[in-house]
């Protein structure tokens, strides 16, 4: 299902129904349908979606072939758009936010209108009432330039780091946060306003992989390798008796966590692709226990 220059409906990417809009969540889809996170369904505003909705015949509640409970979406009955046609829109708009947009892909190296990346959020389907720039760029390569140009606007003092409290964070992700935040690139403030990129690792959707949920676990160590700026981040975390966690995440407060911190980790144990991983998105937490050992 690829789309314009190889890329295709992946995390970020908007979708409109008939009595919704939300977006496209994840690199693993249950193709020919996209896993779907429903932002407005009959106009208003959810973070939080009840289950087992039939919203419309573009979207409803599913269980997939992956093993996963999800909102899935038709993309054949849905109008999709991509993060770079959200981004040309924004020229059109004389909000400070959409300025300020435009302002941070320029100095990302990202062009509005072409790939690889461009704004997602409220920036995509409403973007003089937006309060956060939320921006999204695709492909590893593509991905370290963003991430080394961000290095270099903080460096410079063109960003700030973030502080404060994100959406649905618990009092362990307010922790940890308040631990990284002067380090963080992903998150921060660019005049005045709060912007979160996302590195994607992909670039358009694949078959997701069957999951089996094996349980719950807690486990504490140091982590010792991985990538920590992607979406989903995949981390090693080794423990003192000589174990090895492989940690994956999809959130961005769980990103650039740094080698040699110490952490405590709770979350589904689940089983994927021959990996058995960690993962702490539902309900779990990463609490920062210092440096080293």
Not at 79 to 88: D, G, Q
Not at 94 to 119: H, K, N, Q, S, Y
Not at 163 to 188: F, I, M, Y
Request: proline share 8%; with cysteine; aromatic share 8%.
């Amino acid at each position: 299902m690829p789309g314009s220059h190889g890329f295709g409906p992946v995390e970020g990417w908007l979708a409109k129904t008939r009595r919704s809009l939300g977006f496209v969540k994840g690199c693993h889809q249950p193709l020919p349908r996209l896993f779907y996170t429903p932002r407005l369904v009959e106009g208003v505003k959810t973070w939080n979606p009840p289950r087992g909705l039939v919203i419309d015949e573009a979207a409803a509640w599913s269980t997939t072939r992956c093993g996963i409970e999800s909102y899935i979406l038709d993309p054949s009955r849905a109008l999709l758009h991509a993060p770079w046609e959200a981004a040309a829109g924004l020229r059109s708009c004389d909000a400070p936010i959409c300025r300020a947009a435009l302002g941070l892909l320029e100095l990302l190296g990202l062009a509005p209108g072409e790939p690889p990346g461009g704004v997602t959020g409220g920036l995509a389907y409403s973007p003089g009432s937006a309060s956060d720039i939320d921006l999204v760029v695709y492909g590893l390569g593509a991905g370290e330039e963003v991430y080394r140009a961000l290095r270099d606007l903080r460096e410079d003092g063109v960003t700030a780091p973030l502080w404060g409290r994100g959406h649905g964070w618990s009092a362990a992700d307010e922790g940890l946060h308040e631990a990284l935040a002067t380090a963080r690139l992903l998150q921060g403030v660019y005049r005045g306003f709060v912007y979160e990129v996302r590195v994607t690792a992909c670039t358009a959707p694949s078959h997701c992989p069957r999951i089996h949920v094996e349980g719950w676990a807690v486990v504490e160590g140091v982590v010792c390798g991985g990538l920590g700026y992607t979406t989903p981040s995949l981390y090693r975390v080794c423990g003192a008796g000589g174990e090895e966690w492989l940690v994956m995440s999809y959130r961005l407060r769980y990103t650039e966590l740094p080698r040699g911190l110490r952490v405590r980790v709770g979350g589904q144990v689940q089983r994927l692709c021959g990996l058995r991983v960690l993962v702490p998105d539902h309900g779990g937490s990463v609490e920062p226990l210092g440096l080293g050992p």
